[in-house]
């Protein structure tokens, strides 16, 4: 297969960038000493705890979809809102690079703290981009943020993908004719590096996932996972690149289940299968130290020890799961919609959040 690889659009991206402006004007001062809470108050129960992270000096950060981020150092929650620099209170991904500083990937763009203040990253968009011809996504959505063996920082955003150097951007951009992989816009929503080097990319616009080799893409079709949703049967052949196990094994997900790819084929499962839900929807998946794999998705957790699924949703408020990960302590925590906050302890869920009176 041809190299499509065009490393097109490469930007100079200034200091300025990393220590000017904040998100809402110029730089701000340390962010002022607020009300700490033992649980993560929220204000607005709708939406999901999306993401989460353990920072190098063990503060556990929430990325929420309307209640902004959240900082909890074991002891009280610290809540983060536009007011404080913010770009969106609606945050979907978060990442902590290889030299301390945490990048947020929000509703509007970016945003990078740097342990005192918030900045905006603008990331550049070609002027000859095609403008998002859906009138939902026509804002500056970064879904996804990884960082890769060689330092390089991948923003998967709304308006394609792109590759940060800590000097300028390039837009990722392989030709969709030919492999029917990416226009310029809107087609990757998750992405994942292997222990090879290899690039993994899925979304829910595309058939099937993608692998980058560093020189070409290759697209692996997926069996349909199909399912009853309400009275119509609806059917998955996407995928959400997830994780590599122990084993090399990779693990994807969509709405209908997970695959697991063990390098030669891919194998699927669903509800039937184990899997806890009303319809098998995986929404995280993740490896714990013992090496068990946790599932959350639509109707609680599903740990899979290799051979069988135990399912797990006592104490859950809302059992539509949206983040797992675990902290260097072995404790796994569990965000779920309505903005539920959760400390599993291997049995039953501890409530972590609570209303704002």
């Given at each position: 297969?041809?190299?499509y690889f065009?490393?097109?659009h490469?930007?100079?991206?200034?200091?300025?960038?990393?220590?000017g402006?904040?998100?809402?004007?110029p730089?701000?001062?340390?962010?002022p000493k607020?009300?700490?809470?033992?649980?993560?108050?929220?204000?607005?129960?709708n939406?999901?705890?999306?993401c989460?992270?353990?920072?190098k000096?063990?503060?556990?950060?929430?990325?929420?979809?309307?209640?902004?981020?959240?900082k909890?150092?074991?002891?009280?929650?610290?809540?983060?809102?536009?007011?404080?620099?913010?770009?969106?209170?609606?945050?979907?991904?978060i990442?902590?690079?290889?030299?301390?500083?945490?990048?947020?990937?929000?509703?509007?763009?970016?945003?990078?703290?740097?342990?005192k203040?918030?900045?905006?990253?603008?990331?550049p968009?070609?002027?000859?981009?095609?403008?998002?011809k859906?009138?939902?996504?026509?804002?500056?959505?970064?879904?996804?943020?990884?960082?890769?063996?060689?330092?390089k920082?991948?923003f998967?955003?709304?308006?394609?993908?792109?590759?940060?150097?800590?000097?300028?951007?390039?837009?990722?951009?392989?030709?969709e004719?030919?492999?029917?992989?990416?226009?310029?816009n809107?087609k990757?929503?998750?992405?994942l590096?292997?222990?090879a080097?290899?690039?993994w990319?899925g979304?829910?616009?595309?058939?099937?996932?993608f692998?980058?080799d560093?020189?070409s893409?290759?697209?692996?079709?997926l069996?349909?996972i199909t399912l009853?949703?309400?009275?119509?049967?609806v059917?998955?052949?996407?995928?959400?690149?997830?994780?590599?196990?122990?084993?090399?094994n990779?693990?994807?997900?969509?709405?209908?289940?997970?695959?697991?790819?063990?390098?030669?084929?891919?194998?699927?499962?669903?509800?039937s299968?184990?899997?806890?839900?009303?319809?098998?929807l995986?929404?995280?998946i993740?490896?714990?130290?013992?090496?068990?794999?946790?599932?959350g998705?639509?109707g609680?957790?599903?740990?899979?020890?290799?051979?069988?699924?135990?399912c797990?949703?006592?104490?859950?408020?809302?059992?539509?799961?949206?983040s797992?990960?675990?902290?260097?302590?072995?404790?796994?925590?569990?965000?779920t919609?309505?903005t539920?906050?959760y400390?599993?302890d291997?049995?039953?869920?501890?409530?972590?959040?609570?209303?704002?009176?």
């Amino acid at each position: 297969m041809k190299n499509y690889f065009l490393q097109t659009h490469v930007f100079t991206f200034l200091t300025i960038l990393l220590f000017g402006t904040a998100c809402n004007g110029p730089a701000k001062k340390d962010l002022p000493k607020e009300t700490e809470h033992p649980k993560l108050i929220k204000s607005i129960g709708n939406g999901n705890v999306q993401c989460g992270l353990q920072d190098k000096a063990g503060n556990l950060w929430f990325g929420t979809s309307y209640n902004g981020l959240y900082k909890y150092d074991g002891k009280s929650f610290r809540q983060f809102l536009v007011a404080d620099g913010l770009n969106s209170n609606s945050i979907n991904d978060i990442l902590e690079d290889k030299d301390g500083k945490i990048w947020i990937g929000t509703k509007v763009g970016v945003c990078l703290y740097d342990g005192k203040t918030f900045a905006n990253i603008q990331i550049p968009i070609p002027k000859n981009l095609p403008p998002n011809k859906n009138k939902f996504y026509q804002t500056r959505i970064v879904h996804d943020i990884m960082q890769d063996k060689a330092g390089k920082l991948w923003f998967v955003t709304i308006d394609g993908v792109y590759i940060y150097d800590g000097k300028s951007f390039t837009l990722f951009i392989i030709d969709e004719a030919a492999n029917g992989f990416m226009s310029s816009n809107d087609k990757v929503e998750r992405i994942l590096e292997d222990k090879a080097g290899n690039i993994w990319f899925g979304g829910r616009t595309n058939e099937g996932v993608f692998r980058y080799d560093g020189k070409s893409i290759t697209n692996f079709k997926l069996k349909e996972i199909t399912l009853q949703f309400e009275s119509r049967r609806v059917g998955h052949n996407w995928a959400w690149p997830q994780l590599q196990d122990k084993n090399g094994n990779i693990w994807f997900s969509n709405w209908g289940g997970a695959y697991r790819y063990d390098g030669k084929t891919f194998t699927s499962f669903t509800k039937s299968d184990g899997l806890a839900g009303y319809n098998g929807l995986v929404a995280k998946i993740i490896e714990d130290k013992n090496g068990n794999l946790l599932f959350g998705g639509d109707g609680g957790l599903s740990r899979y020890d290799g051979k069988s699924f135990t399912c797990f949703k006592d104490g859950l408020i809302n059992p539509w799961i949206w983040s797992i990960f675990e902290d260097t302590s072995g404790n796994l925590w569990v965000g779920t919609r309505e903005t539920g906050l959760y400390l599993f302890d291997g049995k039953t869920f501890i409530d972590y959040s609570e209303y704002k009176q």
